[in-house]
């Protein structure tokens, strides 16, 4: 028995010895020298193609680093953000991972950031706007790729064609004139779903109804993000919570709470309702059901937003303390260059940040909006996945939903200001 | 007998210092955060229970999430037992199929939460979702629901699939705890005139309080810890309506950025845990040796 237990004692220790043997080996024949160590969300269908589309040109310039990929999906990089902060906070940080470009939701970063002025200091032709909102305290903070339109209301062309509605609706009231045709033609006006926790889509309505209100507009919606508003005396909120309350109340599917974004979407291609409100992002929700845009499906800016481009732009940043820094800057390097944004938007579905690459190999949907972000008569103004800071979104988002299942606008001044005070306390 | 014990202490000690420094430590290090003002990036300053003071008398938030998460466990549990208990009781009772039915009431425990959640939400569904259609189907409209879209009506929609998931579990422990009753009570009591129903009562039911503490204890924890499916289907909402302590914690610490306010309430909801489980197992202690 004793004997027994000595010969498998005996095997399993030549075993591991193997195995670490084999692990020296591979480790000393490895062609790395380096290693890049990144996180990001980019993990479903178009988005996945489209970063490894930048991975591969990042291979072959750099065949010496190993990319150590972590894509981690959920709550709109919320979930990403809470992984990066608990190893930045045990002093282990990745080498770079993604964030919304914005002044606020960088500055929620900027104390574990270095920042990356060398890189906007190289030719990088993007629009003042864009550089400035990755700009705080005179330093730049992210390398941007890519650039897309929150403030967007996608429709079904079939049904609106049908109806003979007129496109894009300048103000409000042209949007409720024409919600009410619909309805009355027996479709749902507007596909909204906030289902799975993903209340911040009431953010994004309302942020863009305070655009189109008479107190509303680029200047409030930035001194609000900026911290400097007053939501419980500011008419401007009154306004644009009276105006979801009639949207709320007559043209969105009742079942909105229960439906995913993605669900909701799908009520507009399967022809059950007319608008659905999405970022340029939202163009790829279609095409991946076989809606052909343009055709079946079009896009144009939220009603009362025609004159403002409300957007983000994917960044990567650069983490103090990060094990690869020289690895870290060589993707930021190879980031902001055309081909690898060119890559990355055509099967992304965004638009290249970029003013110097030519339009000619985009879609006709995408064209169309790279040039809405380079027309300079478009005010540019900060989306809430940037603008703001990062606990904008989750705290507003929960005074809002309450509002959409209530529809008290009386009571949500009172708890949107008391979210208010406490995002910027 | 002095080396096996010392064998005893030497495979003992790699789990004992792994509970100990993954669990203790961690514990230890959360209860010295949640005196802490502690911010993501930002210098971190003591402040006594300035935390406490404010989940207690101002958090909104955390007073409805704990309100919550007391109504969410006693609505799971007040419902889990006495069902798995009477499915138990079926089962005992000779139903046909018994292997069948007992496979089919386990089945659900057996699925993610990911997949229960991901299902329930599409039966949820006020317009298209299998329950209300089902109701409209058969004529029963006025009982078609809002369910998770509804502030009143979101908690309760996530403890029917609390109680779907973990019932099959409840019949399956108590099903195997009348099975260890001794056969010769039930038959003297049988013999005593006792009709299936008082032999229930009497005999087998008043037998079953291990079985009961098992079930208790597990769905106590997995209520008062309760966050996936929360998370899944609601994520707390509408408004805070389904928000329960664990969803809360997390959005206190992820998305506010609060890690000090963030440990005081995971130190609330951990006393909660130790507090109920421990009464639960005094009061148990006390009914054996009473």
């Known amino acids: ?425 | 007998m002095a080396r096996r014990k010392l064998g005893i202490v030497l495979f003992s000690l790699p789990a004992i210092a792994l509970v100990s420094i993954f669990v203790y430590v961690f514990v230890g290090q959360s209860i010295n955060l949640s005196f802490t003002d502690w911010r993501f990036a930002r210098p971190i300053h003591w402040i006594g229970f300035d935390n406490y003071i404010r989940l207690f008398t101002l958090d909104r938030g955390f007073q409805t999430s704990l309100i919550n998460t007391v109504k969410l466990t006693v609505f799971f549990i007040g419902l889990t037992i006495p069902l798995g208990l009477g499915l138990a009781i079926l089962l005992d009772l000779g139903v046909k199929g018994r292997g069948f039915f007992r496979t089919i009431y386990l089945i659900p425990l057996s699925f993610s939460f990911v997949v229960s959640s991901v299902m329930w939400m599409w039966s949820f569904l006020p317009e298209s979702g299998t329950i209300n259609t089902i109701l409209r189907t058969i004529g029963l409209s006025c009982l078609a629901q809002p369910w998770i879209t509804s502030t009143s009506q979101s908690l309760w929609s996530v403890g029917i699939v609390y109680i779907w998931q973990f019932s099959g579990f409840a019949t399956l422990v108590y099903y195997t705890g009348i099975a260890s009753v001794n056969p010769e009570l039930s038959e003297a009591a049988v013999i005593d005139g006792a009709t299936t129903w008082q032999k229930y009562r009497h005999v087998i039911i008043p037998q079953q309080k291990p079985a009961t503490v098992t079930i208790l204890i597990l769905t106590l924890m997995y209520s008062l810890k309760c966050f996936d499916l929360v998370w899944l289907m609601t994520g707390g909402g509408p408004g805070y309506s389904s928000e329960v302590l664990a969803t809360y914690m997390y959005k206190v610490t992820f998305n506010q950025n609060k890690f000090g306010y963030g440990a005081s309430i995971g130190i609330v909801l951990v006393v909660l845990s130790m507090g109920v489980v421990g009464l639960f197992l005094h009061y148990m202690r006390r009914g054996e040796h009473g």
Request: proline share 6%; net charge negative.
């Open chain 1, 1 to 425: 028995m004793h004997q027994r237990t000595r010969r498998i004692g005996i095997f399993v220790v030549a075993f591991l010895l193997c195995v670490g043997l084999s692990n020296l080996v591979a480790l000393a024949s490895s062609e790395y020298t380096d290693q890049l160590v990144i996180y990001h969300w980019w993990t479903a269908g178009g988005e996945k193609i489209a970063v490894d589309s930048i991975f591969d040109v990042f291979k072959a310039a750099y065949p010496n680093i190993e990319v150590v990929e972590n894509p981690i999906t959920g709550g709109g990089g919320g979930t990403m953000r809470a992984q990066i902060k608990t190893m930045i906070m045990a002093g282990n940080p990745p080498d770079t991972f993604q964030v919304c470009g914005g002044k606020g939701m960088l500055g929620s970063y900027i104390d574990v950031l270095d920042p990356v002025d060398d890189f906007w200091d190289e030719y990088f032709p993007v629009p003042e706007a864009i550089k400035e909102s990755v700009t705080i305290n005179g330093h730049q903070y992210g390398i941007p790729i890519n650039v897309m339109r929150a403030n967007m209301l996608f429709y079904n062309k079939h049904i609106i064609d049908e109806l003979n509605i007129s496109v894009p609706f300048e103000t409000l009231d042209d949007f409720y004139a024409a919600c009410d045709r619909i309805k009355a033609a027996g479709y749902i006006p507007l596909a909204h779903g906030v289902g799975s926790g993903a209340k911040y889509w009431w953010t994004l309505m309302f942020d863009s109804i305070l655009l189109a209100v008479p107190h509303g507009g680029p200047e409030y919606l930035e001194s609000l993000y900026a911290g400097t508003a007053n939501p419980a005396n500011d008419p401007a909120i009154r306004e644009a919570l009276e105006a979801m309350k009639t949207i709320a109340e007559n043209y969105i599917n009742s079942d909105y709470a229960a439906r995913t974004d993605d669900m909701a979407n799908n009520l507009v291609v399967n022809g059950e309702a007319a608008f659905w409100q999405s970022g340029t992002w939202g163009k790829g929700f279609f095409t991946s059901k076989g809606s052909v845009p343009l055709v079946d499906f079009d896009a144009m800016a939220f009603p009362g937003n025609t004159e403002y481009y409300m957007c983000h732009s994917d960044c990567f940043v650069l983490p103090k303390g990060a094990k690869h820094p020289n690895a870290a800057r060589a993707w930021l390097e190879i980031f902001k260059t055309p081909g690898a944004e060119i890559g990355f938007c055509t099967a992304h579905g965004s638009t290249v940040i970029r003013t110097d690459i030519p339009v000619g190999g985009f879609d006709d949907m995408a064209q169309k909006f790279i040039e809405e972000y380079r027309d300079p008569n478009l005010r540019k103004v900060a989306s809430p996945w940037g603008g703001p800071p990062e606990v904008y979104l989750s705290l507003m988002s929960d005074a809002l939903s309450v509002f959409g299942e209530r529809l008290n606008v009386e009571r949500t001044i009172q708890d949107y200001a008391r979210a208010y005070a406490e995002v910027f306390e």
